[in-house]
């Protein structure tokens, strides 16, 4: 049968494909309609003998639709490329940051240390220092000790001590006095003042201070501190951390962290009693290394060091009454005279301590001693 093309175009108007312009009224109603697997056509939508022609109109209908929805899925495409590259620019800002705050803290660090040494260079200076020498004494003598702050203000003037292997002295005084610079200048890492202080040489001297120095390693560098771990054993730094009250770092021996953000104040002063466990000084100086633990913490720390360390030699600095049994000995800071009161039988002529908040100290900013 010949090709009827006028049907084939009516055909195609009644399935509402009207022409190239008017392809919008029922599009998707002609795809959904119309079967193009090879199946005959629904009845009334193309005439009889002429599915193929009825096909090739509907084809010519939709071109528009297939044009512009090619033409939106190309723009699409390239909006969805356009905003990735962007969101991976962006997100530098974010994979970088850590590695920009750390860049940043080193940064300040650096430059308010160089401002401290033009700050320390602006200072005035003086002949006199404070010396300390080794001696084959087996007692700490300091003799005419002078100590002064930066801007020349005097602590103390020409003040002798002498302090015998096995005592356990207290250092007291008001808050300024210069108890902390008085340990600061037996350690040698003060250099305001005058006079000399000899140290019993080949003795281990451990300083505690309030907040003690743990540097960013395993916990057993941090415990074994000022020496290396290999010289203990795991079970003496078990029954250090047991002795420390500190039985729940145990598992964590081996873990590298930066501690001193890991631990309270509290637990901190506890690994520096773990320390001194380990290291066994026979000089001890402890700079309020109870400051931040409780008055029962305290008693007993101080007890289990004089259990374990019997033969020790003991300085202590303290603000409470209750630290006061532990000791034989005052040394007793009065900044209006500038002197050291030395007392004798403490404990049993009793101890007024000063009033003082817990955690107070002079001077500046914590030396890492031990």
């Not at 201070?209 to 290999?230: D, M, N, T």
């Not at 501690?259 to 066994?280: K, N, T």
Request: hydrophobic content about 40%; glycine content about 8%; proline content about 8%.
């Amino acid at each position: 049968m010949p090709f009827n093309h006028q049907a084939a175009t009516r055909a195609a108007r009644s399935d509402g494909v009207q022409s190239a312009a008017g392809w919008q009224r029922k599009p998707v109603r002609v795809l959904r309609q119309e079967r193009i697997d090879g199946r005959r056509l629904p009845r009334g939508n193309s005439p009889a003998g002429a599915p193929a022609a009825h096909l090739a109109c509907q084809a010519l209908g939709i071109a528009p639709l297939v044009l512009v929805l090619r033409r939106a899925l190309g723009g699409l495409t390239q909006t969805s490329l356009a905003f990735g590259q962007v969101q991976s620019a962006l997100n530098w800002f974010v994979d970088a940051y850590p590695r920009i705050a750390q860049w940043a803290a080193s940064v300040n660090r650096l430059t308010g240390f160089r401002e401290a040494l033009e700050r320390s260079k602006r200072l005035p200076t003086g002949p006199a220092t404070v010396r300390v020498v080794p001696s084959r004494s087996a007692a700490l003598i300091v003799d005419r000790l002078s100590l002064r702050l930066p801007d020349r203000r005097s602590l103390l003037d020409d003040t002798p001590v002498r302090i015998d292997p096995g005592e356990r002295v207290l250092v007291s005084g008001p808050s300024g006095s210069g108890k902390s610079t008085l340990f600061r200048a037996l350690a040698g890492i003060w250099p305001y003042g005058g006079g000399t202080g000899a140290i019993p040489e080949r003795q281990r001297v451990l300083f505690l201070p309030q907040r003690p120095y743990l540097p960013i390693a395993s916990l057993r560098e941090v415990l074994s501190y000022p020496e290396r771990p290999g010289g203990h054993s795991d079970a003496e730094f078990r029954q250090a951390l047991l002795d420390a009250r500190l039985p729940h770092l145990i598992p964590r021996l081996d873990e590298e962290a930066n501690w001193s953000l890991e631990l309270s104040g509290g637990e901190q002063q506890r690994i520096g009693f773990a320390r001194a466990f380990l290291y066994r000084p026979d000089w001890l100086f402890m700079d309020e290394a109870t400051s931040a633990l409780d008055e029962e913490t305290e008693q007993a720390l101080y007890a289990l060091a004089a259990e374990r360390l019997p033969h020790i030699t003991l300085i202590s600095v303290a603000h409470r009454a209750a630290v006061a049994k532990f000791h034989h000995r005052r040394l007793a800071l009065h900044p209006e005279t500038r002197s050291i009161e030395d007392s004798l039988a403490l404990a049993a002529a009793g101890y007024s301590g000063y009033d003082s908040a817990p955690g107070t100290r002079e001077g500046t900013s914590p030396t890492p001693w031990g």
